[in-house]
């Protein structure tokens, strides 16, 4: 490869200093290198530089991709992007040197007689469609499915639904959403009546202080978190790291206060008894702006196949609230949530000082928990208790993981229960939906079906006899997939996996779809703050791949349903985004058109005249309030938004005699999910090539393990080998056990259990028991 | 000849004289953080000897707070 010494010496020059600058990320979040990023930039009056947003994570950076000749030849970080001012992560600076991985799926592949044949594309999609076809007559519609992603782009995902919500009439539509902001989104409903936060980034440069619940922004939203670190140089803003494990952000924060798994529950009632008791309850905003009501408790875990739970909300009073905060002063919740009292009651007074502005950012810890849903409901207590909402630097935020969780799964709906504007159980969204399709409004069912991972179970019970996978690598991202990988190698299900490389879950697939990665094709994207990006293809893509969203057309086609998906290949995204466009239309959630998109580095719904909306149902900023108000939640029919009473309840399972720790699952800064794409970026997969199990010092050296030495961590439904990772990256508190989820080759999902919380239905993937020993 | 990387932390307000005092040494090549008061650095050497002499070198610069090892290689010379 490399023909001379000196030119081999080049190389590692360049590999020292990549790792260095990779080094440099882990430790600095949203670090940059501008000269190295304009020197490696080639010089040439060819170059033509084109916008759209990152390609990993719900931050939604611009990035500007430089071609030449028809190749993307360098990234750098968009300065007239608003979300990172010409910053990116060190992910976002080396996406598109995955695309030249040398395994790319560039043809379609057919499984005949155990082999996988390259097969034409259109004579593979004509087995898909017969495939989906002949199910659909030997079993009936709902023996079909999909399951799309928080990366699909909004095309996709519209696409997707309307084959098989308004074309097929079936509900089952999932998206890998359900496992990542399932829980906001319940979180969202149940207390606002509408989905998404209701601020924006730019609340970063006003907010006195961070706190953020259960999430390592230091690595998971670098860009974001370096935003946060330079309003604490330059204003003295604070962030206060409130976590179960110490993490590159606790390092980085103000003060990091550890808390038992769980007990996050606990801990938010106590801070809101802690705001009623010392009298800084904002009287006249809850007064004009706030309903109380509980819930249904003990609603289990949802463990067992086919469980169901509705909850069934009713209104109590303020005093009734208060009464029950009473099991929660800090004194009692220091006992079990390991938080001492005076930490408790000092979050409790930055939520309660009228002059302190607070923002509450969040993520997986409070998502991916069996009480999410009541999780979320917590922290907009403690916002709605004190006014602090709907103002620049005073609100909760809750964060996205994906680049589209946003734009694609909530706001497009590609859940089982959802729909483009509102969900399936509602008929004037039904018939909404069936307008715009230009379908029969019967055919859209009125009944959800299956949630992810009861959608994963019934492939394995055998209900599900087809499913058609995109952009989403279920066989390493669910939990317990040691029953899901054996339930998709079943014949009992045709699988069609569509995707960029391979994974372990196109290796169980019938057919492989050559997909279209990110810049070789035109797409949307929604951010966490409700930015919808637009972008233009850039580069051809290899062989045959093609777009998801022209694939699914092309299998509607063949289905005969071409009538309903009229697109042209070439301007499909186009078409699709001004069809899509009007389900949201008026002050709500209006969407921009797409040439302001196309000018713009993203532009933030609702669009309502020309302008975007910053800060929702607050007057000053938000036309859709009625006139005359200042704050209104029109999510409600009341205007009103609602503090929940919900209790602390222990985990689904905790440690016990038998497997005495608590496992802990997440991603680390180098790798995006399941790594199907980062770990085939030489820079990134150098720097972080396999996974690890942290612990605390304390556990391994009790256990006789040393750094690097293999261990088997193992459940009650699997086990998994990894070297021991101590005082490195991160650190667990004693007792619990941390592991990255990247690594295909250390499947920890074998190990995870698929408790989810009964309302949102998003699995826990953070707490389960398991037992440690040396391999 | 090995080539190793480090990241050079400069003093409190001192980055640019820390980038300045690199610079001016033969067998560095330094890469400044933009945002961040880091900067990488790459040295060249031609043997091992060379190498110790050009660590001790950068380690008496004054404006340097702390110098911590990346990745180290050792190529043949050509
Ligand atoms: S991965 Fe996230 S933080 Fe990093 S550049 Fe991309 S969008 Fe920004």
Same mark, same amino acid.
């Given at each position: 490869?490399?023909?001379?010494?000196?030119?081999? /010496?080049?190389?590692?020059?360049?590999?020292?200093?990549?790792?260095?600058?990779?080094?440099?990320?882990?430790?600095?979040?949203?670090?940059?290198?501008?000269?190295?990023?304009?020197?490696?930039?080639?010089?040439?009056?060819?170059?033509?530089?084109?916008?759209?947003?990152?390609?990993?994570?719900?931050?939604?950076?611009?990035?500007?991709?430089?071609?030449?000749?028809?190749?993307?030849?360098?990234?750098?970080?968009?300065?007239?992007?608003?979300?990172?001012?010409?910053?990116?992560?060190?992910?976002?600076?080396?996406?598109?040197?995955?695309?030249?991985?040398?395994?790319?799926?560039?043809?379609?592949?057919?499984?005949?007689?155990?082999?996988?044949?390259?097969?034409?594309?259109?004579?593979?999609?004509?087995?898909?469609?017969?495939?989906?076809?002949?199910?659909?007559?030997?079993?009936?519609?709902?023996?079909?499915?999909?399951?799309?992603?928080?990366?699909?782009?909004?095309?996709?995902?519209?696409?997707?639904?309307?084959?098989?919500?308004?074309?097929?009439?079936?509900?089952?539509?999932?998206?890998?959403?359900?496992?990542?902001?399932?829980?906001?989104?319940?979180?969202?409903?149940?207390?606002?009546?509408?989905?998404?936060?209701?601020?924006?980034?730019?609340?970063?440069?006003?907010?006195?202080?961070?706190?953020?619940?259960?999430?390592?922004?230091?690595?998971?939203?670098?860009?974001?978190?370096?935003?946060?670190?330079?309003?604490?140089?330059?204003?003295?803003?604070?962030?206060?790291?409130?976590?179960? /494990?110490?993490?590159?952000?606790?390092?980085?924060?103000?003060?990091?206060?550890?808390?038992?798994?769980?007990?996050?529950?606990?801990?938010?009632?106590?801070?809101?008894?802690?705001?009623?008791?010392?009298?800084?309850?904002?009287?006249?905003?809850?007064?004009?702006?706030?309903?109380?009501?509980?819930?249904?408790?003990?609603?289990?875990?949802?463990?067992?196949?086919?469980?169901?739970?509705?909850?069934?909300?009713?209104?109590?009073?303020?005093?009734?609230?208060?009464?029950?905060?009473?099991?929660?002063?800090?004194?009692?919740?220091?006992?079990?949530?390991?938080?001492?009292?005076?930490?408790?009651?000092?979050?409790?007074?930055?939520?309660?000082?009228?002059?302190?502005?607070?923002?509450?950012?969040?993520?997986?810890?409070?998502?991916?928990?069996?009480?999410?849903?009541?999780?979320?409901?917590?922290?907009?207590?403690?916002?709605?208790?004190?006014?602090?909402?709907?103002?620049?630097?005073?609100?909760?935020?809750?964060?996205?993981?994906? =680049?589209?969780?946003?734009?694609?799964?909530?706001?497009?709906?590609?859940?089982?229960?959802?729909?483009?504007?509102?969900?399936?159980?509602?008929?004037?969204?039904? /018939?909404?939906?069936?307008?715009?399709?230009?379908?029969?409004?019967?055919?859209?069912?009125?009944?959800?079906?299956?949630?992810?991972?009861?959608?994963?179970?019934?492939?394995?019970?055998?209900?599900?006899?087809?499913?058609?996978?995109?952009?989403?690598?279920?066989?390493?991202?669910?939990?317990?997939?040691?029953?899901?990988?054996?339930?998709?190698?079943?014949?009992?299900?045709?699988?069609?996996?569509?995707?960029?490389? =391979?994974?372990?879950?196109?290796?169980?697939?019938?057919?492989?779809?050559?997909?279209?990665?990110?810049?070789?094709?035109?797409?949307?994207?929604?951010?966490?703050?409700?930015?919808?990006?637009?972008?233009?293809?850039?580069?051809?893509?290899?062989?045959?791949?093609?777009?998801?969203?022209?694939?699914?057309?092309?299998?509607?086609?063949?289905?005969?349903?071409?009538?309903?998906?009229?697109?042209?290949?070439?301007?499909?995204?186009?078409?699709?985004?001004?069809?899509? *466009?009007?389900?949201?239309?008026?002050?709500?959630?209006?969407?921009?058109?797409?040439?302001?998109?196309?000018?713009?580095?993203?532009?933030?719904?609702?669009?309502?005249?020309?302008?975007?909306?910053?800060?929702?149902?607050?007057?000053?900023?938000?036309?859709?309030?009625?006139?005359?108000?200042?704050?209104?939640?029109?999510?409600?029919?009341?205007?009103?938004?609602?503090?929940?009473?919900?209790?602390?309840?222990?985990?689904?399972?905790?440690?016990?005699?038998?497997?005495?720790?608590?496992?802990?699952?997440?991603?680390?800064?180098?790798?995006?999910?399941?790594?199907?794409?980062?770990?085939?970026?030489?820079?990134?997969?150098?720097?972080?090539?396999?996974?690890?199990?942290?612990?605390?010092?304390?556990?391994?050296?009790?256990?006789?393990?040393?750094?690097?030495?293999?261990?088997?961590?193992?459940?009650? *439904?699997?086990?998994?080998?990894? =070297?021991?990772?101590?005082?490195?990256?991160?650190?667990?508190?004693?007792?619990?056990?941390?592991?990255?989820?990247?690594?295909?080759?250390?499947?920890?999902?074998?190990?995870?259990?698929?408790?989810?919380?009964?309302?949102?239905?998003?699995?826990?993937?953070?707490?389960?028991?398991?037992?440690?020993?040396?391999? | 000849?090995?080539?190793?990387?480090?990241?050079?932390?400069?003093?409190?307000?001192?980055?640019?004289?820390?980038?300045?005092?690199?610079?001016?040494?033969?067998?560095?090549?330094?890469?400044?953080?933009?945002?961040?008061?880091?900067?990488?650095?790459?040295?060249?050497?031609?043997?091992?000897?060379?190498?110790?002499?050009?660590?001790?070198?950068?380690?008496?610069?004054?404006?340097?707070?702390?110098?911590?090892?990346?990745?180290?290689?050792?190529?043949?010379?050509?």
């Amino acid at each position: 490869m490399y023909n001379s010494i000196s030119s081999r /010496r080049n190389f590692i020059k360049k590999m020292a200093q990549l790792s260095a600058m990779t080094a440099a990320a882990a430790m600095f979040p949203g670090i940059i290198f501008a000269s190295e990023q304009e020197e490696g930039i080639p010089n040439s009056a060819n170059l033509d530089w084109k916008k759209g947003p990152c390609r990993f994570c719900g931050v939604g950076c611009g990035i500007l991709v430089g071609t030449e000749n028809g190749k993307a030849v360098a990234v750098k970080g968009d300065p007239n992007c608003s979300v990172n001012k010409g910053l990116l992560c060190v992910k976002g600076y080396h996406q598109t040197m995955c695309i030249q991985s040398k395994d790319r799926l560039t043809h379609a592949l057919v499984k005949k007689n155990g082999r996988y044949v390259k097969t034409p594309l259109n004579e593979a999609l004509d087995i898909v469609a017969d495939k989906m076809k002949s199910t659909i007559e030997a079993h009936g519609k709902d023996a079909v499915a999909m399951y799309t992603s928080g990366q699909s782009t909004i095309p996709e995902g519209y696409v997707a639904s309307k084959l098989m919500k308004g074309a097929i009439g079936t509900n089952n539509l999932e998206c890998n959403a359900r496992l990542c902001m399932a829980s906001a989104v319940a979180g969202f409903l149940t207390t606002f009546g509408a989905d998404e936060p209701m601020g924006c980034y730019e609340d970063i440069d006003h907010a006195d202080y961070f706190i953020t619940w259960g999430n390592n922004m230091a690595e998971m939203h670098p860009v974001l978190f370096s935003r946060m670190l330079e309003q604490k140089t330059n204003r003295g803003a604070k962030i206060i790291d409130f976590a179960t /494990r110490t993490s590159r952000s606790s390092t980085a924060s103000d003060k990091s206060i550890l808390f038992e798994p769980q007990t996050d529950l606990a801990v938010a009632n106590a801070i809101c008894y802690e705001i009623i008791n010392n009298g800084w309850v904002n009287k006249s905003f809850v007064e004009k702006h706030c309903n109380f009501s509980k819930g249904l408790t003990n609603m289990g875990y949802g463990t067992e196949d086919k469980y169901s739970f509705k909850d069934k909300p009713e209104k109590i009073d303020f005093e009734a609230f208060k009464t029950f905060l009473n099991d929660y002063t800090p004194e009692k919740v220091a006992k079990y949530s390991k938080v001492s009292a005076k930490d408790i009651k000092y979050l409790a007074s930055i939520y309660g000082d009228p002059n302190k502005k607070v923002v509450s950012y969040w993520c997986m810890g409070v998502n991916q928990h069996t009480r999410g849903t009541w999780m979320n409901n917590l922290i907009y207590n403690m916002h709605l208790l004190t006014g602090k909402i709907s103002q620049p630097g005073n609100g909760p935020f809750s964060l996205t993981g994906q =680049p589209s969780a946003c734009g694609t799964a909530r706001e497009v709906g590609t859940f089982t229960h959802k729909l483009p504007k509102g969900v399936v159980m509602n008929e004037k969204h039904r /018939r909404l939906a069936a307008k715009i399709w230009k379908v029969p409004y019967e055919r859209i069912p009125s009944k959800p079906t299956y949630h992810t991972t009861e959608m994963f179970r019934a492939v394995d019970r055998g209900d599900i006899k087809f499913i058609w996978t995109q952009v989403t690598n279920p066989l390493v991202s669910l939990p317990k997939t040691s029953r899901y990988r054996p339930a998709m190698e079943k014949d009992s299900c045709f699988v069609v996996v569509s995707d960029v490389f =391979p994974t372990p879950t196109s290796d169980v697939a019938d057919v492989i779809l050559p997909a279209s990665w990110h810049i070789e094709k035109g797409g949307l994207y929604g951010n966490s703050e409700r930015r919808t990006q637009h972008w233009d293809k850039m580069v051809e893509g290899p062989g045959e791949t093609t777009p998801d969203a022209w694939m699914t057309i092309e299998v509607a086609k063949r289905m005969g349903y071409g009538d309903l998906f009229p697109y042209s290949e070439e301007n499909h995204v186009e078409e699709i985004y001004n069809e899509y *466009r009007q389900f949201h239309e008026g002050a709500k959630h209006g969407m921009a058109p797409l040439e302001v998109l196309k000018k713009e580095s993203g532009v933030i719904w609702p669009y309502v005249d020309g302008k975007s909306t910053q800060w929702r149902f607050n007057a000053k900023y938000d036309p859709a309030c009625k006139e005359g108000s200042d704050f209104d939640f029109y999510g409600k029919p009341d205007g009103k938004a609602v503090i929940w009473q919900r209790p602390y309840e222990p985990a689904a399972e905790a440690p016990d005699a038998e497997y005495p720790f608590w496992l802990n699952t997440g991603r680390v800064i180098e790798h995006w999910h399941t790594g199907s794409m980062t770990r085939r970026i030489p820079v990134l997969h150098k720097a972080m090539p396999e996974a690890y199990i942290e612990f605390h010092p304390d556990d391994a050296k009790a256990l006789g393990i040393r750094d690097n030495e293999n261990v088997k961590v193992s459940s009650r *439904r699997g086990s998994c080998v990894l =070297p021991a990772s101590i005082n490195k990256r991160g650190l667990p508190t004693r007792g619990q056990v941390f592991v990255p989820f990247f690594d295909e080759n250390m499947m920890i999902n074998d190990v995870t259990l698929d408790a989810f919380c009964p309302i949102s239905k998003e699995p826990d993937f953070k707490k389960c028991a398991v037992k440690v020993e040396k391999a | 000849m090995p080539i190793k990387s480090y990241l050079a932390h400069p003093k409190k307000g001192e980055k640019q004289a820390l980038i300045n005092a690199l610079s001016e040494l033969n067998g560095c090549e330094v890469i400044p953080a933009t945002n961040q008061d880091v900067v990488v650095l790459v040295t060249e050497t031609l043997d091992d000897a060379s190498d110790v002499i050009l660590k001790e070198k950068i380690e008496h610069i004054n404006s340097l707070k702390l110098l911590a090892l990346v990745s180290g290689f050792n190529t043949p010379q050509n």
